[in-house]
Structures are given as structure tokens and as C-alpha cells.
């Protein structure tokens, strides 16, 4: 699975967008791009995933770069239950396997 | 549907000792993954039964096994329990034939004196 780099914490304002971003310049093109939080001792929760076009679901939007070097998660209206460590996950298909590799993650804070 | 679940929530063992720890996924799902998340080494993947085979696994050593029933029930073992073995130990399921991303249970937590 391609590497990725996210930034080590995020602070957001409740009620406005939270936009957490993810570097993958080593993607390959059956890879895809899947975010995943977990809210502190809980089990990780899928939040969405994405090939090469922007995703759109009732958690979140998806944006991935052209050259799909980069890509950025976009909580809309953040809310303090929004408050997680979200993780950025490049893999290929599931049907191959459901191995995640999970890293270091970003912790974002939601400011009430 | 009912969310993926796991028991028991809470365990405590003490070296040497071994456990079992079950998890029943969702329904129709026949895929399970299970990962062990500590503070030190954050979460890692252990392996992975689909359709009660073994078919992804981990960097862990042969202490850790696990198997999966045919209706898609998984258990995981830890044999010789050692210190190092104290974490939250996750369960994840997924259809396995598409790309919907996994479920995970709540997890259960292992503490071993």
C-alpha cells in the first residue's frame, strides 16, 4: 500500500468546514483513497472512499487531486462529536484482501 | 442492522495465560479482520478470514491465531500471554467481494498482570 502523510493535529471552529488533507505521491492506479476516524477508545469508523473522482456521502466529501498525488477530507459543518484522529488510507481493491495500514493519523480538534 | 460486536468488552489475564476473543460481524458480511492497537505501535493489522479461510496476514508471531465459522463468526487467540500483549483488540467486517470499507466493533480490551 502507497505511503501517506497527513499533519500531526488540526484545530476547527464548530460550525465551520473542517478540511483535513492527505499527501499519497506514490499512489498507483489501482489504489484507492478511504478515510477512517476514531473517536477516542472506540473502534475506527469508515467515513468514505474514492478512485480518481470527488465522493460525496452524508459524512463527508472527498476531493482528490488530477494527478491523485494528493487528496482532502471536508467535514462541511464540523461539530465538537466531530472532535477524532482521522486517518488517510491508500489500498487497492478490497476484493484483493481488507488489510488497512494504518498511520500516524490527525488528531482534529473542534473548538466550541 | 445490527453493528459488528464483540465479547467480552473487558479482560484481565495474567502472563503465561491464554484467551479467546470472539467477534460477530454483520450480518451478510463475510469478511473479518481483526487489529491490535497499543499506544506505542498504534493500530496494526493482524490478519484476515473471508469465507473461513485465512486470507491476509499480519507481522505477528504464531501466539496469535484465530479462525472463522461458517456463519462468518470469528474468534481470535493469544497463547503464552505476555506483557507486551496489553491492548484494544479490534474487529473489523466487510462484504469482501466490494469496495464499501470495513466495520469495526468496539473492541475489547486486554490487560494482562
Known amino acids: 500500500d502507497a505511503k501517506t502523510t497527513q499533519p500531526t493535529s488540526m484545530d476547527c471552529a464548530e460550525g465551520r468546514a473542517a478540511n483535513l488533507p492527505c499527501n499519497h505521491s506514490?499512489?498507483?492506479?489501482?489504489?484507492?483513497v478511504y478515510w477512517y476516524r476514531q473517536i477516542h477508545s472506540q473502534g475506527p469508523q469508515y467515513i468514505i472512499h474514492g478512485l480518481k473522482n470527488n465522493e460525496t456521502n452524508e459524512m463527508a466529501s472527498l476531493i482528490i487531486t488530477e494527478d491523485r498525488k494528493s487528496s482532502t477530507l471536508i467535514l462541511p459543518h464540523a461539530t465538537l462529536r466531530d472532535t477524532a484522529v482521522y486517518y488517510c488510507?491508500?489500498?487497492?481493491?478490497?476484493?484483493?484482501?481488507?488489510?488497512?495500514?494504518f498511520g500516524e493519523g490527525t488528531q482534529l480538534t473542534v473548538n466550541p | 442492522k445490527a453493528g459488528v460486536t464483540q465479547t467480552p468488552r473487558y479482560l484481565i489475564k495474567t502472563r503465561g495465560q491464554q484467551v479467546t476473543l470472539s467477534c460477530s460481524p454483520i450480518?451478510?458480511?463475510?469478511?473479518v479482520s481483526w487489529y491490535q492497537q497499543t499506544p506505542g505501535q498504534g493500530l496494526q493489522f493482524l490478519f484476515e478470514?473471508?469465507?473461513?479461510?485465512?486470507?491476509n496476514k499480519g507481522n505477528f508471531p504464531g501466539r496469535f491465531s484465530g479462525r472463522q465459522f461458517s456463519n462468518s463468526r470469528s474468534e481470535m487467540n493469544v497463547s503464552t500471554l505476555e506483557l507486551g500483549d496489553s491492548a484494544l483488540y479490534l474487529c473489523?467486517?466487510?462484504?469482501?467481494?466490494?469496495?464499501?470499507?470495513?466495520?469495526f466493533g468496539p473492541g475489547t480490551r486486554l490487560t494482562v498482570l
Open positions: 478470514y473471508f469465507s473461513e479461510t485465512q486470507r
Open positions: 506514490t499512489i498507483s492506479g489501482n489504489e484507492y
Open positions: 450480518s451478510g458480511h463475510r469478511s
Open positions: 473489523a467486517s466487510s462484504p469482501g467481494t466490494s469496495d464499501v470499507g470495513q466495520f
Open positions: 488510507i491508500v489500498r487497492i481493491r478490497e476484493t484483493s484482501g481488507s488489510r488497512l495500514t
